[in-house]
């Protein structure tokens, strides 16, 4: 049984940075990938982050470049790094973990099956 809490979010200006992080406990998993997600007011929740057991990132298109993603050694705490926020970067985030498998020498990640509950990041002009 995996167990995520985020950290609380905050406010920031635009340009400012924000560090999230995510405590993990009960993930045992060889295989696995963790991922923020977001889901902005009206908007579907959809992924910004993504880091796989074989140290492969993922981002989305719109925090490519801005974002950082990264778990330390004892997959203890999550975090994301965040950069030149934007106002459009105002969310809800979470984090969440899933199982992950090799198939055909490819690393797949299955749906997440955990979540945390939130912290809520609000970009200012």
């Known amino acids: 049984q995996v167990h995520l809490v985020e950290s609380r979010g905050g406010s920031v200006q635009s340009g400012g940075s924000l560090r999230l992080s995510c405590a993990v406990s009960?993930?045992?998993?060889?295989?696995?990938?963790m991922s923020w997600f977001r889901q902005a007011p009206g908007q579907e929740r959809k992924m910004v982050a993504r880091i796989d057991s074989d140290g492969s990132t993922n981002y989305a298109d719109s925090v490519k470049g801005r974002f950082a993603i990264s778990l330390d050694k004892d997959k203890t705490t999550l975090y994301l790094l965040m950069n030149s926020l934007k106002p459009e970067d105002t969310a809800m985030y979470y984090c969440a973990a899933g199982s992950g498998e090799v198939v055909a020498s490819t690393f797949l990640c299955g749906g997440m099956d955990y979540w945390g509950k939130g912290a809520l990041v609000t970009i200012s002009s």
């Open positions: 009960g993930c045992t998993y060889i295989d696995y990938c």
